[in-house]
């Protein structure tokens, strides 16, 4: 992908796994426009690549994202609210979640806003010792958006949601992780290896069992109990014509690691 393409953000690849930094680290790398529009592009290019298989989303110095740029909204010009969330906000977390590839957010500190929205919307999350989550909204008078009022619930139970969207309750990575919102905390140092080392051992999966899993994941939070079985038969019918799905059987009887291509 062409660096010039991009403000404020870094789209790197190592292997099958693409790592998306929100690189403005001075303002704790809120979003202004030129930034999610770099995002946005990042997941699609993500998404574009068939050598990517799983990807990383992380922020640049002390934080992951401090959410919108506060100051870019006093500037004169500045869209609507409903325009600047239907038509840059919804559209970022909506292709990470329709992205058919793992997103592993890799939290390194505080993730505030649609920073918190951003974190919500990855597939599973890792974050160093010094992060936290706030919704952070309520402060300057908004209401949680990008999805979080949707995704927090789910993740972490109605009960604490209400209490971090209704009277800001932040959460410290260790809390994160007892709540079963981040998966693992790790020192600070450790992160990047450990965030590349989980998003490099997803990639090592049949592509198309991940974009399956992926689906089914978010599925079931919508669907009854019947529809989730026969989502999965259908799921699993679709896998088991693979390629890789016989690959994977070979090389369990072969006692060989396989060598899953996508097809
Ligand atoms: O389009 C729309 O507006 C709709 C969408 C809204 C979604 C939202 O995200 S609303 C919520 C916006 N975010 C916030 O309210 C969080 C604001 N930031 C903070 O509360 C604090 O910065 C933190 C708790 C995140 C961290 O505090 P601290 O003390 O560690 O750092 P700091 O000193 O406050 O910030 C460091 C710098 O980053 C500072 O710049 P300076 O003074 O050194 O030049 C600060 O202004 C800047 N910064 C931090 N957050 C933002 C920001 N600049 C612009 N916008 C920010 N959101």
Known sequence: ????????????????????????P??????????????LEAFREAGRDREIRAVVLTGAGRAFCAGQDL?????????????????????????MRALPKPIVGAINGV??????????????????????FALAFGRVGLIPDSGATWLLPRLVGAALAAEMALAGRSLSADEAERVGLVGR???????????????????EGSPVALALTKRALQRSLEAT???TLEYEAEAQAVAGRTADHDEGVRAFLERRTPDFRGE
């Open 1 to 24: 992908m062409a660096a010039q393409q991009l403000t404020d953000l870094r789209y790197e690849v190592d292997g099958p796994v693409a790592t998306i930094t929100l690189d403005r």
């Open 26 to 39: 001075a303002a704790l790398n809120a979003l202004t426009v030129p930034l999610k529009v770099s995002l």
């Open 71 to 95: 100051r870019e909204r006093l500037e004169p010009g500045a869209a609507q609210l409903d325009v600047e969330i239907r038509e840059r906000y919804n559209p970022i977390v909506t292709a």
């Open 111 to 132: 993730a505030a806003g649609a920073g918190a929205s951003l974190a919500l919307a990855c597939d599973l999350r890792i974050a160093a010792r010094s992060a936290s």
């Open 185 to 203: 905390v790790v020192d600070d140092a450790d992160l990047p290896e450990a965030s590349r080392e989980l998003a490099a051992r997803i990639a």
């Open 225 to 227: 109990w019947a529809e």
